[in-house]
């Protein structure tokens, strides 16, 4: 039976067939280009982040770009972007040109368009939000409370093993008559 999917997923499932459709027979260098899609529900669009990729015949792939349709973004990665983590993960430079990039850029920006989502072209990585990173030299737990979470287990663990065995011992006594 096929999954039935919500409007956010359907959406999403529909500018990635269009995108497929539009790169079928488009090779950058080596690479075909692809674009995830959607199975199940976005959960109102929260989940819904597609990513754009270039998949060499090896079957590695290397992400070129992201589209959030929920937001109304679709975010590709420049050229020197994408050459420098080719660099990085393969190390190798990519098949392809700058000028084929380009040109796939152009091609790849009114697809996006006629969803209604902007299309932007980044030069670097998102840098995570402060609060979303730990701060490396905060410890995460004091000393003194490590130690009070410590006995706190293992006074479970000893409440827990005198409970199986007084059940075991139970049982037996029961039983044993």
Not at 50 to 77: C, D, F, W, Y
Not at 154 to 162: E, G, S
Not at 163 to 176: M, N, P, Q, S, T
Request: glycine share 10%.
């Amino acid at each position: 039976m096929p999954k039935v999917l919500t409007q956010f997923s359907s959406h999403a499932n529909t500018i990635a067939d269009t995108f497929r459709a539009a790169f079928v027979k488009t090779r950058l260098g080596d690479c075909t280009v692809e674009m995830t899609a959607p199975e199940e529900s976005t959960r109102g669009g929260l989940f819904g982040l597609q990513h754009l990729t270039l998949r060499n015949p090896s079957g590695m792939a290397i992400v070129v770009g992201s589209v959030h349709a929920g937001e109304k973004k679709a975010e590709l990665r420049s050229y020197a972007l994408v050459a420098s983590l080719h660099e990085e993960r393969f190390k190798q430079p990519p098949s392809f040109g700058e000028i084929d990039y380009a040109a796939f850029l152009t091609k790849a920006a009114p697809i996006f368009g006629a969803f209604g989502l902007e299309a932007t072209v980044i030069s670097e990585l998102p840098k995570g939000r402060p609060s979303d990173l730990p701060d490396p030299s905060a410890p995460s737990l004091d000393p003194e409370a490590g130690r009070a979470q410590l006995r706190t287990w293992v006074l479970f663990l000893v409440a827990f093993l005198v409970i199986v065995g007084g059940a075991l011992f139970w049982g037996r006594h029961w039983l044993g008559r």
